[in-house]
C-alpha cells in the first residue's frame, strides 16, 4: 500500500490510569507512535496489554492522563476538539448488535451522517454508496437482527464510511464472528484501506488478519514492544510467545524446522511461501 507522509494519528509520551488503579498501575506508559496516512496497522497484545485503552484514546472516547496524541492533526486532550477527531476517526466495536440503532439497515446507516447534520440528499448518496463498498447493498431494506454476524459488522462499517472519515478504528472486530465472517469483514477493510486511502487502526488477537497489514504494533504492560512490517513482528517468535500472543501457524512450523537445522528462511507467513521454500530445499538437496 503506497501513503503519503503525513501522520494522521500521533503520540508523544501519551500515559493513562484509570480512576480506580493503583497509584504506579498505568494502562499506557509511554507511547509513542506515528501513523501516516494511509497505512493499515494492526495491533495485537493479549487482554489487559493497553491495545484497547490507546485505540479508545485515537477516538477521543478516552482522553490522556498525560502526553499528547494528535489525530488528524488535532490535539485530543482539548475537550473541545472531541466532536471534530470523531469526524476524522470513526470506531467499529467488537459486537455489532452493540452498534445497531435502527430496524432497517439504510436507517441504521444514515444514523452517523444524520447526526453530522448533512443534507438529505447527500444522506442518500453516502448511505447507497458505503453499503456498495461493503457488498451489502442489496440488503439495504433488511432489517438488521435477521443478517448474520458478518452481515451485521460490514452494516456497522457502512455506517462509519458513510460518515466519510479519514481513519477507521476496530476494536476486535472480528472477535464474535465464525470464519466465514471474518474474511467478509478483512476482505472489506483491505479494499477500504486500498481503494479510498483510509488509514486502518486493527485491534486483533487473530495473526491471520495481522498478517495483512501493513505494520504490526505488539504491545504488553501499556508499552510498544514491537513495532515493523509483519515480517520482521513475526520473527520474534520467542518475544510473542514470552508474552502469550500465537504466531502463524506455518511461521511457527518454520522456526522449529529452523531450530532442527533445516535450512529454510525465517519469517514465513503463509502457505504458498512455506511450500515455496519447502520446494527450494528439495531442490538443493
Known amino acids: 500500500m503506497a501513503y503519503n507522509n503525513k501522520n494522521m494519528i ?39 496489554s493497553g491495545k484497547s485503552t490507546l485505540a479508545k484514546h485515537m477516538n477521543a472516547l478516552i ?28 470506531m467499529v466495536f467488537q459486537n455489532p448488535d452493540n452498534q ?29 454508496d458505503a453499503l456498495k463498498e461493503v457488498n451489502m447493498y442489496e440488503y439495504i431494506k433488511h432489517a438488521p437482527h435477521l443478517l448474520s454476524g458478518g452481515q451485521k459488522q460490514r452494516v456497522a462499517i457502512a455506517g462509519i464510511v458513510a460518515m466519510r472519515p479519514k481513519i ?18 478483512m476482505s472489506t477493510i483491505k479494499r477500504l484501506n486500498e481503494n479510498y486511502n483510509i488509514t486502518v487502526i486493527h485491534i486483533t488477537h487473530f495473526m491471520e488478519e495481522a498478517v495483512l497489514a501493513d505494520r504490526v504494533v505488539v504491545m504488553e504492560d501499556g508499552e510498544v514492544i514491537l513495532d515493523n512490517i509483519p515480517r520482521e513482528v513475526f520473527k520474534e517468535v520467542e518475544i510473542l510467545q514470552k ?41 538443493r538437496i
Open 63 to 90: 482522553l490522556p492522563t498525560g502526553g499528547k496524541i494528535y489525530i488528524d492533526s488535532i490535539d485530543s486532550s482539548i475537550p473541545e476538539n472531541t466532536w471534530k477527531i470523531r469526524q476524522s476517526a470513526g
Open 10 to 48: 500521533e503520540t508523544e509520551n501519551l500515559t493513562h490510569q484509570y480512576e480506580d488503579s493503583k497509584k504506579d498501575d498505568y494502562s499506557l506508559s509511554g507511547i509513542n507512535l506515528k501513523i501516516k496516512q494511509g497505512e493499515f496497522v494492526a495491533i495485537l497484545g493479549h487482554n489487559g
Open 100 to 128: 445497531m440503532v435502527a430496524t432497517i439497515v439504510e436507517e441504521d446507516v444514515a444514523f452517523g451522517p444524520e447526526n453530522l447534520g448533512i443534507e438529505s440528499s447527500e444522506i442518500r448518496k453516502r448511505v447507497d
Open 168 to 185: 477507521i478504528i476496530l476494536d476486535e472486530p472480528t472477535a464474535m464472528l465464525d470464519p466465514v465472517g471474518r474474511k467478509e469483514v
Open 243 to 283: 508474552v502469550g500472543l500465537d504466531v502463524p501457524q506455518v511461521t511457527e512450523l518454520a522456526y522449529k524446522l529452523i531450530s532442527e537445522g533445516i535450512d529454510i528462511s525465517d519469517g514465513i507467513l503463509n502457505i504458498d511461501e512455506m511450500v515455496e521454500e519447502l520446494c527450494q530445499l528439495k531442490s
